[in-house]
């Protein structure tokens, strides 16, 4: 198994990875990114994105390779598709080790992103990949003149179900509240699309079917009515939980388990930064995941610096 020697290793090919690569590698050290799976994060998955100051409207897969472009020319080296087998961010230097080498670091930055919530309800898992998916760009068009639900009421919610409404006869929204959390033009945008149909203080209880889904128990959350609502298939969209199975316990996290860092995205461990929407920020976009980037790589390259001066 190869041995491998950085400044910083990132865990994380997304905006926030990139980003920080970028600045480390400018920065002058020595920086490799990490990656379970392809790289480009959870934005290679949207469709369009047009809230990335200076690209008015650009394809996510598109601006992912633009970040990756951009590191290459300053000679960050790749390592996606690793399966990781421990981190050990306390230990010095901190090492990484994955089933194809063991990767030494003396600093890491952790931007590993964030997953999908589940409902948590009876079918949902049953029914993955047969009427359940957590993913409209990469499963819309399955559904082609079909009914599909949304569940949640925030911008990825409204955002996806206008995406499906493409493909579906009818998309519906179900959300918890009378009252939607996206931003409001997202909402406008939404109310006037004639094949959404909003289901408003409700529940998913369960995801129901044979081979395929065919509908869902809901219950209204303020008459206690339960009632089934025939649907091929349900998009939940209700927020993300932090990718830190390898790190969990070695860092202060909040209760959901989003790291906490202070405003340079240290840590609580020296010479361990977290950037993007693994940390607990109050607002997780391209933008902000790569403004954290930047941030974190500086700070951590100023940490390698001031190791390097120690040892002189
Ligand atoms: P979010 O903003 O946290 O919204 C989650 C939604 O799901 C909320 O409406 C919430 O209801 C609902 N919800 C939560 N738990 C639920 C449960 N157990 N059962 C039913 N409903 C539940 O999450 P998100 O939409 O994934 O967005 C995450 C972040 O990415 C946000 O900062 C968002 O602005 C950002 N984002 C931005 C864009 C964009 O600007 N283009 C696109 C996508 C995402 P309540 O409202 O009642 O809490």
Redesign the pocket.
């Known amino acids: 198994m190869e041995t491998y020697d950085f400044d910083v290793v990132i865990l994380g090919g997304g905006p926030a990875g990139f980003s920080a690569a970028l600045y480390a590698a400018r920065g002058a050290a020595s920086t490799a990114i990490i990656d379970v799976s392809m790289l480009g994060g959870q934005p290679s998955n949207?469709l369009e994105?047009?809230?990335y100051p200076g690209m008015m409207k650009i394809g996510g897969f598109d601006l992912m390779e633009k970040f990756e472009e951009h590191a290459d020319l300053f000679g960050v080296q790749k390592f996606p598709m690793q399966e990781i087998e421990s981190v050990d961010l306390v230990s010095t230097p901190k090492v990484i080790t994955t089933k194809e080498g063991i990767f030494n670091a003396k600093s890491v930055i952790i931007a590993t992103g964030?997953k999908?919530?589940k409902?948590?309800v009876k079918g949902e898992l049953e029914y993955i990949g047969r009427g359940v998916s957590y993913c409209a760009v990469c499963d819309g068009s399955f559904y082609q003149d079909k009914v599909v639900a949304v569940?949640?009421?925030?911008?990825?919610?409204?955002?996806?179900a206008m995406y499906l409404t493409k493909f579906a006869s009818k998309v519906y929204i179900?959300?918890?509240?009378n009252?939607?959390?996206?931003?409001k033009i997202?909402q406008d945008r939404a109310f006037k699309n004639n094949k959404i149909e909003f289901v408003w203080d409700s529940?998913?209880e369960e995801v129901c079917g044979a081979d395929t889904v065919t509908h869902l128990v809901i219950k209204n959350v303020k008459s206690g009515e339960v009632s089934d609502l025939k649907t091929d298939g349900v998009f939940?969209?209700?927020?993300?939980l932090p990718n830190v199975e390898n790190i969990n316990g070695q860092i202060e996290q909040d209760p959901r388990g989003f790291i906490i860092t202070d405003t340079t995205m240290k840590t609580s461990l020296d010479g361990v930064y977290a950037v993007g929407?693994v940390r607990n920020t109050?607002?997780?976009?391209v933008i902000t995941a790569a403004s954290d980037g930047a941030v974190g790589a500086v700070y951590a390259t100023k940490y390698v610096q001031a190791l390097q001066e120690v040892t002189v």
């Open positions: 949207y994105l047009e809230n964030a999908p919530m409902l948590g569940v949640g009421g925030g911008n990825s919610a409204v955002e996806e179900i959300h918890r509240r009252e939607l959390r996206a931003d997202v529940v998913v939940p969209y209700i927020g993300m929407d109050p607002l997780r976009q």
